[in-house]
């Protein structure tokens, strides 16, 4: 059976001083199944290895061992949580005449939208 990873605890897999019992758990539990996670998560982790770099907290030789790993990782990537919030995001913005970046804000209240044009 398979997991979800969140990305601050693959970082504690991959970063030595965010590394505990708990991550090393995580490690164990991806040799026997595989993770899933967002789209979003490439992204995140990505970037929190560049920002680990950039503070000098692991090495140009390490942060390109850190992405090797991470290509080996059995992960599969949910691209459908994505579209189906996307697809949502998008009825909400066209039934309330507003625009996705609108709601993103936090303006999606029905009342801040204006008249409804179903």
Do not use: K
């Amino acid at each position: 059976m398979g997991f979800v990873l969140d990305s601050s605890a693959a970082l504690a897999m991959l970063l030595p001083e965010d590394r505990s019992r708990e991550a090393d758990g995580i490690s164990e539990e991806l040799l026997r199944s595989t993770a899933q996670v967002p789209a979003i998560w490439p992204l995140e982790v990505r970037n929190a290895l560049l920002a680990a770099l950039r503070a000098h907290h692991i090495t140009a030789r390490e942060f390109e061992e850190r992405l090797g790993v991470l290509a080996e990782l059995p992960i599969e990537v949910d691209h459908g949580t994505d579209a189906e919030a996307l697809a949502r995001t998008l009825e909400i913005a066209r039934r309330y005449e507003m625009s996705a970046c609108a709601l993103e804000s936090g303006l999606s209240s029905p009342s801040m939208a204006g008249p409804s044009r179903s």
